[in-house]
C-alpha cells in the first residue's frame, strides 16, 4: 500500500487545533472522515508533522497516510471537493513507504501576526494591538532565544513530552505599514511555546521587561517566569522542511 504525502493549509479560527480530541471539532477529525470515505468507509489513519491549538492557523502543514487504489490527482480533487472551505489540499505526493511527516521534518517556522490599524479582514487572523512597541528591544530579546536551550518557560505546563530543549535557529520581529510580524525556526516546539515568547517579546517591546531579562526567564525553566501568552488567533505555523522534498 502506498504511502501519501499531503500538503495542506487552514484556517484554524474554528477548530480545536489539528489533533483529533474527544467532543471537539478538529483539523485532523474533518480529515479523517473525509479519507475514510474515499476508502470504502476502512479507517484512515493520520500522521501529521506536529500540533497546532486551539484557533492556531497553518499556511503548510504535512500529513501522511497509508491509501490504495487512488491517484494523487485524484485524491487531492476529491479531498477539496470533500473538505470545508476552512482546510485547503495543496499537494499530494507519493514517498517510500518509511518516510513519516513528523520525525522526517527538519526545520518547521511559525510567523505571528500584530496588526496595528483596525482591520476587519484580519479579524481572527491577526492580533490587533495598538500600543506602540520597540523592536529594537524585542530583536535583541528574540537574538537570546537562539542556539540549544531548555524551554520550559515558555511550555504549557503539564505537557507531555520527554523533553523541553529545542534548537532554535532564527527569531526575528520586523514592522511594515502598521503589521509587526515575528518569525521564528527550530527544530521543534512546544505546546503554546512560540504564544509564550510573543507575549514575553510583546512586554519587552512595551518597557514591561528588559530584553536581557529573557536570560533568567529562559535558565529558570518555570512557565511561572515568563509572561501571558498571545493570542491564537495571530500564529500560523508556516514551513515545515524537509532534506527529502
Known amino acids: 500500500m502506498p504511502r501519501y504525502f499531503f500538503h495542506i493549509a487552514y484556517n484554524g479560527t474554528c477548530y480545536h487545533g489539528w489533533q483529533i480530541q474527544p467532543d471537539a471539532r478538529s483539523v485532523q477529525g474533518e480529515i479523517t472522515s473525509a479519507l475514510t470515505k474515499l476508502n470504502g468507509n476502512d479507517l484512515v489513519e ?19 497516510a497509508d491509501i490504495d487504489n487512488i ?4 485524491l487531492k480533487y476529491k479531498l477539496n471537493k470533500m473538505l470545508p472551505e476552512s482546510i485547503s489540499v495543496k499537494d499530494v505526493f507519493i514517498v517510500p513507504e518509511n518516510s513519516h511527516a513528523r520525525f ?15 482591520d476587519p479582514f484580519k479579524e481572527n487572523m491577526s492580533w490587533y494591538f495598538t500600543p506602540e512597541l520597540d523592536l529594537t528591544e524585542m530583536n535583541l530579546a528574540a537574538n537570546h532565544l537562539i542556539g540549544i536551550q531548555d524551554f520550559a518557560s515558555f ?42 515568547i510573543v507575549g514575553t517579546c510583546v512586554d519587552v517591546g512595551l518597557k514591561k521587561l528588559r530584553s536581557e531579562e529573557i536570560v533568567a526567564i529562559i535558565q529558570a525553566k518555570d512557565r511561572q517566569e515568563a509572561s501571558v501568552s498571545a493570542p491564537a488567533c495571530g500564529l500560523y505555523l508556516w514551513d515545515v522542511e524537509y532534506d527529502a522534498y
Open 71 to 74: 491517484s494523487p490527482e485524484e
Open 46 to 64: 493520520l500522521v501529521g508533522c506536529g500540533r497546532t491549538d486551539t484557533g492556531v492557523h497553518a499556511a503548510k502543514y504535512f500529513f501522511h
Open 155 to 196: 511550555a504549557r505546563l503539564n505537557s507531555d513530552v520527554k523533553t523541553t530543549m529545542c534548537e532554535v535557529k532564527k527569531a526575528v520581529w520586523s514592522q511594515s505599514d502598521g503589521q509587526v510580524l515575528f518569525e521564528i525556526t527550530a527544530n521543534r516546539f512546544l505546546r503554546n511555546m512560540v504564544r509564550a
Open 104 to 118: 522526517d521534518a527538519r526545520w518547521r517556522t511559525y510567523r505571528y501576526f500584530i496588526h496595528q490599524k483596525k
